[in-house]
């Protein structure tokens, strides 16, 4: 059993929203690498770098793959390559077809800069905090317990209808991952959603809701 990180639980979150919400102002770059496996290889470098997510699901020999139960990513900072890492080694010849995002993305985690074209969608991380697994649970006789966090996401566009847009999709987003079942979330929901209209300073209107999610993690 390896032993698991709320990091790796929150960049999968991060990655279900860059994979779903579509940029109006088509910042980066679509692409896909096809490589052809060795006898039992499970990592693959991606061509290129900065990249920002990696599809939900890649194929190896034509058959679907689901991060987080059948592969996973370790992103690379800067100009450091991205790798794919299979859970169970490929057959030599098997074609592995693996799409990802680079470059820009309109889905930030926390607030960097402020000079980015807009629509821009930050998710932050607000506080979390742990609860051990109780009689009954489905972590109960297993090394782990839950983490559950609040995040905060904000919208910002200089454009109040488009902005509201982007609001309303990323709200629907997360109602659309209670049943996406992505690896190891428990719960997902959202509330407080707010208005704070047109900010002259940062030249934009913005708009923020709450998610809370609860994962299970386990250790060594």
């Given at each position: 059993?390896?032993?698991e990180f709320?990091?790796?639980?929150?960049q999968?979150l991060?990655?279900?929203?860059r994979?779903?919400?579509?940029?109006?102002?088509?910042?980066g770059t679509?692409t896909?690498?096809?490589?052809?496996a060795?006898?039992?290889?499970?990592v693959?470098?991606?061509?290129n770098t900065l990249?920002k997510?990696v599809?939900e699901?890649?194929?190896?020999d034509?058959?679907?793959m689901?991060?987080?139960?059948?592969?996973?990513?370790?992103y690379g900072s800067?100009?450091?390559?991205?790798t794919?890492?299979?859970e169970?080694?490929a057959?030599?010849?098997?074609?592995?077809?693996?799409?990802y995002h680079?470059?820009?993305?309109?889905?930030e985690r926390?607030?960097s800069r402020?000079?980015?074209?807009l629509?821009?969608v930050?998710m932050?991380f607000i506080t979390?905090?742990?609860?051990?697994?109780?009689?009954g649970d489905?972590?109960?006789g297993?090394?782990?317990?839950?983490?559950?966090?609040?995040?905060?996401?904000e919208?910002?566009?200089?454009y109040?209808s488009?902005?509201?847009r982007s609001?309303?999709?990323m709200?629907?987003?997360?109602r659309?991952l209670?049943h996406e079942?992505?690896f190891?979330?428990?719960?997902?929901r959202?509330?407080d959603?707010?208005?704070?209209?047109?900010?002259?300073?940062?030249e934009?209107?913005?708009?923020?809701?709450?998610?809370?999610?609860q994962?299970?993690?386990?250790?060594?």
């Amino acid at each position: 059993m390896a032993e698991e990180f709320f990091d790796q639980r929150e960049q999968e979150l991060l990655d279900y929203f860059r994979n779903n919400f579509t940029d109006p102002s088509s910042r980066g770059t679509d692409t896909t690498d096809t490589f052809t496996a060795t006898a039992g290889q499970t990592v693959f470098t991606l061509t290129n770098t900065l990249v920002k997510n990696v599809a939900e699901t890649i194929t190896v020999d034509g058959a679907t793959m689901r991060k987080g139960y059948d592969y996973s990513v370790a992103y690379g900072s800067g100009n450091t390559s991205t790798t794919v890492t299979l859970e169970v080694g490929a057959t030599v010849g098997d074609a592995v077809v693996i799409a990802y995002h680079y470059g820009s993305s309109a889905v930030e985690r926390e607030f960097s800069r402020t000079d980015v074209i807009l629509p821009r969608v930050v998710m932050m991380f607000i506080t979390g905090t742990e609860r051990m697994a109780g009689l009954g649970d489905a972590m109960e006789g297993s090394k782990g317990s839950y983490f559950i966090a609040s995040y905060r996401i904000e919208v910002r566009d200089r454009y109040a209808s488009r902005a509201r847009r982007s609001l309303s999709t990323m709200f629907n987003l997360v109602r659309k991952l209670r049943h996406e079942n992505l690896f190891r979330m428990i719960m997902c929901r959202a509330s407080d959603v707010q208005n704070f209209d047109y900010d002259r300073e940062k030249e934009a209107y913005i708009w923020q809701f709450t998610i809370d999610v609860q994962w299970d993690l386990l250790f060594e």
